[in-house]
């Protein structure tokens, strides 16, 4: 049996169980660079644990078409995770809340553009999933000797759609 997840457009309050929206909305909290820069300060809760360090790299995943076959999901239990896209197109961002070391129901939103996230350490989410643009993403992540992947695979897929 496959169940259906609509995906609704992503906000801060609904995502804030999961992680951050990262995006430049409202006004900015630093005006800097002789007035002509505007700093959203301070955006997202970073943690990348004792054994672990900040790490920049860039992400190319190709285009998914909807409606998606959610099969899996994965989380880092050693540290945050976020995702900035190198273009103005959204992408689908999936997410589960734990049920004792399992995900739950997941959930799904749809970026606006511009929009970003970070998950919070041990958020179990769906993979990087863009559904237009050029699949180029910032990714900021820990770096470090322990593992920091788990995956786990549904008995049975969900269909994600928008609405």
């Given at each position: ?5 609509t ?5 801060a ?44 790299s ?24 976020a995702?900035?896209p ?20 997941p ?36 770096i ?6 788990e ?5 049975s ?7």
């Amino acid at each position: 049996m496959t169940l259906t997840l609509t995906a609704e457009p992503l906000t801060a309050a609904a995502f804030a169980p999961f992680g951050d929206v990262l995006e430049a909305s409202g006004d900015p909290d630093k005006i800097i660079n002789q007035g002509l820069c505007g700093r959203f300060h301070d955006r997202a809760r970073m943690d990348f644990g004792p054994d672990g360090r900040a790490g920049i790299s860039v992400f190319r995943a190709e285009l998914r078409t909807l409606p998606l076959t959610l099969d899996m999901v994965e989380r880092h239990p050693e540290g945050s995770q976020a995702f900035l896209p190198l273009d103005r197109e959204p992408f689908l961002v999936i997410v589960a809340e734990d049920a004792g070391g399992k995900p739950g129901t997941p959930r799904a939103f749809v970026t606006a553009p511009g929009q970003g996230v970070n998950y919070m350490r041990n958020t179990w989410h769906g993979v990087l999933t863009p559904v237009a643009g050029n699949g180029l993403f910032a990714v900021v992540d820990r770096i470090g000797d322990t593992p920091n992947l788990e995956e786990l695979w549904f008995d049975s897929p969900y269909r994600v759609t928008l609405p």
